[in-house]
């Protein structure tokens, strides 16, 4: 069976987010990822119809070796300037985000970082003056997001614990 080239791009072209990546590109696209205590931000331009997607595992960056986007400061900045790069203007974006699930069996503060994942979104989205329209975060769940770019929706299934990756 052929699938019509028009009919594809109504759908968008399927990208896999592992964590510790970002995606944002011109044109639709279809992101998904699993998250459990990592966090993904989706950026949506509603003027252009794009958007891109990051997944974070560990809310800050020590400051040794390279700065990577497993890295909650480093992703959101990051993923903020791909949109920019690709055409965006900043007060035109949007954000939803997604995950910070307590997964793992940790009563220790200090060990929750699905927790401290969401805290740090909130505070750089906050501080970045870009709108939170959506969010599902916390819980002791896991969860698929899947993405799509031209439209802004963002789709969440919640996983349970024997349905998480390991």
Known sequence: MRIDAM?????????FLYPGMLFAKNGHYVITTVLGSCVSICLWDPILKVG??????????NGEGLPSPKYGN???PMLIEKMLSIGSRKEDLVVKYFGGGN????SHEMLNIGERNIILARDILKSEKIPITSHDAGGNTGRKIIFHTGSGD?????LKKNEMPI
Do not use: Q, T
């Not at 009919?7 to 968008?12: L, N, R, V």
């Not at 997964?103 to 940790?106: D, F, H, K, R, T």
């Not at 963002?154 to 919640?158: A, D, G, T």
């Open 103 to 106: 997964v793992l069996e940790s």
């Open 154 to 158: 963002v789709f969440v299934k919640r």
């Open 74 to 76: 480093v992703a959101i």
């Open 7 to 15: 009919e594809k791009a109504k759908k968008g072209i399927n990208h």
């Open 52 to 61: 891109g997607m990051n997944h974070y595992m560990l809310p800050l960056w």
